[in-house]
């Protein structure tokens, strides 16, 4: 058994570039949701939040109680075992941020998808909280993060009434097996009582389907961020941090790979067949802009990208060739083949190239293999702040200030519409 580093800690969060746009994230601002918010937060945290308002993420994360608690994981410690705060059935439509696993929001939506009655009448009355659960409360050794296979849901209302609805349906299973307990007036009186709190359970059931959700491929920021892909027989691991010591030595089962490691990145997705050539011509040409402004903004300290036309741009190509990096020139051909009616890029994806000339092929697995190609495209801030928001903070703190200006105003003004986007950041 490998053991964890415990002098390395737990990630901390950027609670300050935290940016709210509407379609990530729901304002708590009317008394009785913030009431139900602190009523869930005692059972779960012991505490409450004295603010306001404050935004919640799908899970019910608030990055101001965060902040005000000095504690970016209030609703996860020990990034193991995610607890969550329901107050409107519309947060199954939020993004997740932050999470510790990907899987996260998968799980949490499809739950509430499955228990989208049940929960609707849950929330009615009262908040709905929670934890994603596994057998693991605190990691001590990798073997334990990468055997991690399965996970249920475990749920409660501040009022007890999932626990009552519960006692309800034991006493009913009881009557049926055991007839002469229907001559016990005490357990009789009993099942009266817990019906008058829930209400008729038949015609509006309150209790979820409970249930095991198998986990697969994933990200998770232990360790310094892992990707793991379960094929079966082999295990996939590719590491973001570098000093990782090797995971998986003798298990002929587990092959480790490091994300600097781009001919093995390179061989694994392709062997796989999880990428194919891009074949859109808006989205290489988005690419490319992103080439061009770093060149725009290593000559203008205070300039505005956002001006520069079509024509600009071809200056601006002209103007810094020779300093233009041999992918952006690659892309230039990948541009000019598509507008001359090619889609064959496949002889123009290697090298570093390959990572800028591909897109995932779709399924279950797109958002995360978006998420590790973001690695690979430091230039494309759009593309970082789509699919792997943690890596675009991190870049942006290194960028020249016209870039920050431009990346800041164009997320303000557009945040991210994409409808394919991933449901985690």
């Given amino acids: 058994m490998q053991p964890m580093d415990t002098q390395n800690p737990l990630p901390s969060e950027p609670v300050f570039n935290w940016t709210f746009c509407n379609n990530e994230w729901f304002l708590v601002s009317s008394d009785t949701l913030k009431e139900r918010y602190n009523r869930a937060m005692e059972q779960l945290c012991g505490c409450r939040t004295e603010l306001g308002r404050f935004h919640i993420d799908l899970t019910g994360f608030s990055p101001e109680i965060a902040e005000e608690l000095q504690d970016p994981y209030y609703l996860n410690p020990h990034g193991i075992n995610r607890r969550f705060i329901l107050l409107i059935p519309e947060q199954q439509n939020l993004t997740l941020h932050g999470p510790m696993f990907s899987w996260t929001a998968d799980i949490l939506k499809s739950f509430m998808e499955v228990n989208r009655s049940q929960l609707f009448t849950l ?107 379960d094929h079966g027989r082999r295990i996939v691991i590719l590491s973001v941090d570098p000093q990782v010591e090797p995971l998986g030595r003798g298990n002929p089962q587990i092959q480790h790979h490091r994300i600097q490691d781009s001919e093995q990145v390179y061989r694994y997705l392709t062997d796989r067949r999880l990428v194919q050539t891009i074949s859109n011509l808006e989205s290489l040409q988005e690419i490319l802009r992103g080439f061009l402004l770093d060149q725009y903004a290593s000559d203008h300290q205070d300039g505005d990208f956002s001006t520069l036309t079509a024509s600009d741009q071809t200056q601006l190509i002209h103007r810094h060739w020779d300093a233009l990096p041999d992918v952006a020139k690659t892309l230039l051909s990948a541009i000019r083949l598509l507008e001359q009616g090619s889609s064959d890029l496949d002889s123009l994806a290697t090298g570093d190239a390959f990572f800028y000339l591909v897109e995932p092929k779709g399924g279950d697995m797109a958002p995360l293999i978006h998420h590790l190609l973001a690695h690979y495209r430091a230039e494309h801030f759009r593309y970082l702040y789509r699919w792997n928001r943690a890596l675009f903070w991190q870049q942006f703190e290194h960028w020249p200030p016209a870039k920050q200006s431009y990346a800041g105003r164009y997320i303000t003004r557009h945040g991210d519409q994409r409808p394919d986007s991933a449901p985690w950041r």
């Fill in 123 to 229: 929330m009615a009355r009262d908040s709905v909280y929670g934890e994603i659960q596994n057998s693991i409360y605190r990691l001590e050794s990798v073997d334990e993060l990468l055997d991690m296979r399965t996970v249920s849901i475990s749920l409660k209302t501040p009022d007890g009434l999932l626990d009552a609805a519960g006692r309800i349906h034991e006493t009913i299973d009881d009557l049926m097996q055991q007839p002469e307990h229907w001559l016990d007036d005490a357990r009789l009186n009993n099942l009266i009582q817990l019906a008058e709190k829930t209400g008729d359970i038949r015609r509006h059931p309150v209790a979820p389907i409970d249930e095991t959700y198998q986990i697969r491929h994933y990200f998770t920021r232990h360790l310094g961020g892992l990707y793991r892909f």
